[in-house]
C-alpha cells in the first residue's frame, strides 16, 4: 500500500473542497452526489472517506471555505467607507456574477438548500456570514464597525435575494433590469441613515 505524505492528503482534501464548492454552487446540494464530486476532483469514491466522515461533513467544510474565500477575495480587497462597499454590490449585483454560478457567491446560490441542512452545516454558513457581515460591516463604518452589523447583514440579504431572482428570470433584459434597481436599492440603504 502507498504511503502518501501528509502534504499529498492535504492538497487532495484542498482539492476536493475546492471541487465540490463549486458544483454545490452549479448544481445545488442535493444535486450534486459524491461519486460526481469525486470524479470532478479527479479521485476515486473510496478516496472520499480518507477525507470526510460523510456528504454532511463536506457540505459544511465546503460552505466555510466558500464564505472564507469570499471574505478573503472580495471583502478583505474592497478600501473602507463607501467606494468600497459600492465596489462589492456592483460586483455581486452583476451580469458576470448572475452568469457564474460555480465562480459565485453560496449565499445567492444555496440558500433555499442552506435552511435544510444539518446543525452542523448550518453553524458552519452561520460562522462563514458572520466573518463576511464583520468585512462589510468594517468597510461600512470604520470607527465603529459593530454598529453597522445589522445594516451589513441586511445588504448581504438584499443582494443574495436580488441575484437569486435574476438568475430565476429567463428574461435577461428584465433580470439586468433588477440587477440595477437592486445597486440602487443597495446604496440607498446604505446611505439611510446617514447624516450629510
Known sequence: ????????KLETRRRIIETAGRRFKQDGIDGSGVSTLMKDAGLTNGAFYAHFE????????AIAD???????????????GRAGIEQIVRGYLSPWHRDSLGEG??????LDELGRCTD??????????????????ARMAPEAPSSA??????LLGLMAGTLQLARALTDSQLADELLDQGIDNALALLDAGQRV
Open 1 to 8: 500500500m502507498v504511503r502518501y505524505a501528509k502534504e499529498h
Open 54 to 61: 460523510s456528504k454532511d461533513d463536506l457540505v459544511a467544510t
Open 66 to 80: 466558500q464564505l472564507t474565500a469570499q471574505a478573503e477575495s472580495v471583502v478583505a480587497l474592497a478600501a473602507p
Open 105 to 110: 457567491c453560496p449565499n445567492a446560490a444555496l
Open 120 to 137: 452542523a452545516t448550518r453553524q458552519a454558513y452561520t460562522d462563514g456570514v458572520l466573518v463576511l457581515i464583520e468585512g462589510i460591516a
Open 149 to 154: 452589523h445589522v445594516k451589513a447583514l441586511s
